[in-house]
């Protein structure tokens, strides 16, 4: 679907799924949300996870949750800061605390500028 606004054109397409890497509890949650999600108990194997997912042409958003990211941050930020689709973020799990987020960062993330 085309729209135009300002005589700038969007092109609308229908959303993919969203897929969650995390504990077991929190991909439960996000099931009975109606998103998609796989257990992934050893966070080392979640590079291997990724590469798997980005062959996945209906995964547009891949959730993976921060007690899982943070033992393999460094060898991750490099596949995931230069990833497009499906787009990459870290959420909170009830087993780490929350930071603040930038949206700002994440939006122009998500548009393709950084």
Do not use: C, W
Request: glycine share 6%; net charge negative; hydrophobic share 40%.
């Amino acid at each position: 679907m085309m729209i135009k606004i300002f005589n700038l054109h969007y092109r609308f397409e229908s959303m993919g799924k969203i897929l969650l890497l995390g504990d077991r509890y929190t991909v439960s949650l996000f099931k009975m949300m109606g998103a998609e999600g796989k257990v992934v108990e050893d966070p080392y194997s979640l590079e291997d996870e990724i590469k798997n997912v980005r062959k996945m042409e209906d995964v547009d958003l891949v959730l993976i949750t921060k007690d899982l990211y943070d033992p393999v941050r460094e060898r991750l930020e490099s596949v995931i800061s230069s990833q497009t689709k499906p787009l990459i973020t870290v959420i909170p799990s009830p087993y780490s605390e929350a930071e603040p987020m930038d949206v700002r960062k994440l939006i122009l993330r998500a548009l393709g500028f950084g």
